[in-house]
């Protein structure tokens, strides 16, 4: 029930091109959906959030779709720069805790 | 977005001895810390939850005598880990909420090496 389960495990995407990360849930108790990047042997850095009201939610190149019927959400990067390739968490809030994917590794090849 | 700190950044101790580790939120009060651990390619783990002025919530399988958290002030939390094992080599992180809970802000992390 608390699990958030995300997809792909690595992805290799090209220089301008689109990385597209998706994560589901079971639990409907979650409100707060947010997604982290993390560099290697630093702390993950909050990126952009949505919460089940909304569908889609738009900060610069990341966007965030959300699919509450479906209980699925994405992180797409658009126009990916090698500067992206790092490892993308999704989470899920509910109560007082955060629940975390498994995590995606992005390589943006230049 | 608010800044957490940790200290030290990396630690390398013997087999046997005990290691602090402290979080602190720099520009943010803190009722609330949390302390998650990461192994290598893995996603993060909460170990506990630390409240400021009572005890630790632990998750379940995490030994609370072996992980002691102390959350001293509003914007200190300390993770002691005592009597340290090779097993318990690992990036500990801590996280803090700012504004809502929901929005918790990162600490660097420390690396942490037991010979």
């Known amino acids: 029930q608390q699990q958030v389960k995300q997809s792909p495990q690595s992805l290799i995407v090209q220089k301008g091109g689109i990385s597209i990360i998706n994560c589901a849930y079971e639990?409907?108790?979650?409100?707060?959906f947010p997604w982290y990047q993390q560099f290697p042997g630093k702390g993950p850095a909050l990126l952009i959030a949505?919460?089940?009201?909304?569908s889609e939610k738009k900060e610069g190149r990341f966007t965030i779709s959300f699919n509450k019927s479906a209980k699925q959400f994405s992180l797409h990067i658009m126009d990916s720069q090698p500067g992206d390739s790092a490892t993308y968490f999704c989470?899920?809030?509910?109560?007082?805790?955060?629940?975390f994917g498994e995590g995606t590794q992005l390589t943006v090849n230049p | 977005g608010a800044v957490v700190s940790q200290h030290p950044s990396w630690v390398i101790c013997k087999s046997g001895t005990s290691v602090k580790i402290e979080c602190r939120s720099l520009d943010f009060q803190a009722t609330t810390m949390f302390w998650y651990r990461q192994f290598p390619k893995q996603s993060l783990m909460l170990m506990a939850t630390s409240n400021e002025g009572s005890k630790a919530t632990y998750e379940q399988g995490v030994e609370k005598d072996k992980f002691l958290i102390n959350h001293a002030s509003l914007t200190l939390s300390t993770l002691t880990v005592t009597s340290a094992h090779p097993e318990d080599s690992s990036f500990y992180i801590c996280?803090?909420?700012?504004?809502?809970?929901?929005?918790?802000?990162f600490g660097p992390g420390t690396r942490l090496l037991v010979l």
């Open positions: 996280s803090a909420p700012q504004g809502t809970q929901e929005t918790q802000y």
């Open positions: 989470a899920a809030f509910s109560g007082s805790r955060l629940t």
């Open positions: 949505i919460r089940p009201d909304v």
């Open positions: 639990n409907t108790a979650f409100d707060y």
